[in-house]
């Protein structure tokens, strides 16, 4: 069973930034569309970011602007680079690999593989 392993995350002020990285198998990193999500208390688990293979980008409504996914292709990692935060950014953030996600990128069903998650606190 593939797991994915999520680091970056932590406590920080609002207006902050943090940075999320996702390491996967290298043939997972290689071959899979890999996306980004974010649960918080009390809500249902919602994507965040997206990037495929050719490193065409995704994102939510919510994070256009402040969020950027990229992939680092000397780490086989995917990256969240996350500023100017909001308190209603506080969540655990997942990463999730997808063989074919196609139109459903936003969808964590369409999900194969997902990490432990990392908890992420906006606030002062």
């Known amino acids: 069973q593939v797991q994915l392993v999520e680091s970056g995350g932590g406590l920080v002020q609002p207006g902050g930034s943090l940075r999320l990285s996702c390491a996967p198998p290298g043939r997972i990193f290689s071959t899979y569309f890999m996306g980004w999500f974010r649960q918080g208390p009390g809500k249902e688990r919602e994507f965040v970011a997206g990037?495929?293979?050719?490193?065409?980008?995704y994102y939510a409504d919510s994070v256009k602007g402040r969020f950027t996914i990229s992939r680092d292709n000397s780490k086989n990692a995917v990256v969240l680079q996350m500023n100017s935060l909001k308190s209603e950014d506080t969540a655990v953030y997942y990463c999730a690999a997808a063989f074919s996600a196609g139109d459903y990128y936003t969808l964590p069903s369409a999900y194969d593989y997902w990490g432990r998650g990392t908890q992420i606190t906006v606030s002062s």
């Open positions: 990037i495929s293979v050719g490193e065409e980008s």
